[in-house]
Nanobody
Framework: QVQLVESGGGLVEAGGSLRLSCAASGSSFSFLTMGWFRQVPGQERELVALITRGGTTTYAGSVKARFTISRDDAKNIMYLSMNNLKPEDTAVYYC??????????WGRGTQVTVSE
């Protein structure tokens, strides 16, 4: 079993920055990929950024060059550094992990609100 807990969301003005954290516990060492997704009410959850066990990263086109995903394996924490935030980045951000046993885990989410 894996537990994922997000933190770091909040209210920021357009152009500002935030750093989200995802603390993983349990059998987190067995992950294949970890990622950040976001969801706006009434819309589907979408991938924001992904990092593989080997460190390869993937970004949604809308956030490339503004967001950076990273991982501290010693602390079992994944980060999402978000710069030059835009109102359209407003969403609930979820941490996700996919594991070697085929299981997927989600955190409860953290709200990010970007004002004009």
């Amino acid at each position: 079993q894996v537990q994922l807990v997000e933190s770091g969301g909040g209210l920021v003005e357009a152009g500002g920055s935030l750093r989200l954290s995802c603390a993983a516990s349990g059998s987190s060492f067995s992950f294949l990929t970890m990622g950040w997704f976001r969801q706006v009410p009434g819309q589907e959850r979408e991938l924001v950024a992904l990092i593989t066990r080997g460190g390869t990263t993937t970004y949604a086109g809308s956030v490339k060059a503004r967001f950076t995903i990273s991982r501290d394996d010693a602390k079992n924490i994944m980060y999402l550094s978000m710069n030059n935030l835009k109102p359209e980045d407003t969403a609930v951000y979820y941490c996700h992990s996919r594991h070697t046993d085929g299981n997927n885990y989600w955190g409860r989410g953290t709200q990010v609100t970007v004002s004009e």
